[in-house]
């Protein structure tokens, strides 16, 4: 009908403009606002890339310090939201928790949830300042564990290793090179143009709903495993080949043979068909954070060799499958602590700016439109209704 074209996977259709992040998937170009992502990684922290990529520009010192300044001051969530928390199964699954809970944020949301720039702006920071207390309140929770208040003396990052981590009745010990792993891999995940989530946070922000329902379904799709669940697929499937026994040759063998429908989780990318680059800066972490901490290093030695033999076959090689972001991430995670529940979760706190800034961009294109595919109906042709006695 019309000219509707066909375009599974929106593989080659551009739903927007955007001017957030740039990717050269031939060349492993990733660039926040133009700054390329192994110096943000280097030289920069979350929240100051979280600022670049929400407005544009690199924050000056007096910028930088007014924003930190504004987002410690909402860490804290309503009194009332524990009660959330103590409402789910022990031991449920963070991911559900944290989109539950950034969607109640928007009944507690005071006046932030109206279209006006002063409301966007204060649900900006709402959402930046309260998504990882309501991560480490899920966490906890889901270890039955007391939840600590945040600790607006201590940095964005501390406050959530503190958080996660810590007991009310101890004093809670840093180690700064966890602290900056833990902040890299942030700031690695803050944007990625239109993937699986912010395609999703587009769409629903596109019918006018608030920006807390629009990245609350965003942590969803974020939740699947061939999108930000991949990091918990690739410790589970590192998992079972250790406990399977089988080498990792057979593994490989197994996903080439597409057996049961396995593939080589945290390998290949819509739009990479060289290695991340997010996947390069995380391999050097990983093998600097299982030096200091006790890491499943048997399981870092699979993933290396798993990589290894894969870069070696031509079943990769021609499809153009290497490590993505998720492929090593999770190793890092698990040596700071975190169980493989919570990776996505990680995830989803690292990709809050970026789903944020589309959003903002999206709504404040005066050309915006609803977002609405098409399709082609290839159901029954019309028939008439059979009464249900007549029915065989
Ligand atoms: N293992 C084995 N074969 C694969 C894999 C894999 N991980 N990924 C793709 N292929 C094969 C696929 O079977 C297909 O082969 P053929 O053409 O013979 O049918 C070919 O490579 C092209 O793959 P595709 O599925 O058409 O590619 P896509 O762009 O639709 O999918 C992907 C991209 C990331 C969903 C996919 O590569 C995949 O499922 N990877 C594993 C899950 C994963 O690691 N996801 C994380 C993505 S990175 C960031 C994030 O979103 O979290």
Redesign the pocket.
Known sequence: SGNVTFDP?F?NTAACTSSITYIDGDKGILRYRGYPIEQLAEQSTFLETAYLVIYGELPTAAQLADFEDRIRRKTMIDEAMRNLFHSFPRRSHPMPVLAAGIIALSTFSGDSLGDSPAAIEKATDRLIAKVPTLAAFGYKNSRGEPTLYPDNSLSYIQNFERMSFGYPTEPYHFEPQITRALEVLLILHADHEQ??STSTVRLVGSSGANIYASVAAGVNALSG????G?NQAVLEMLEQIKASGISVKEYIQQ?KDRKAGI????????IYKNYDPRASIIKKHADEVLKLKEGRRDLLEIAQELEQTALADDYFTE?K?YP???FYSGLIYEAMGFPKEMFTVL?AIGRLPGWIAQWREMRSNPKNKIGRPRQIYVGNPERAFVPIDERR
């Open positions: 996977g593989a993937n699986c495993p061939l999108h930000g991949a996903v593939k080589l989780m945290g390998f290949g990318h819509r499809r499958l993505n972001v998720d995830f």
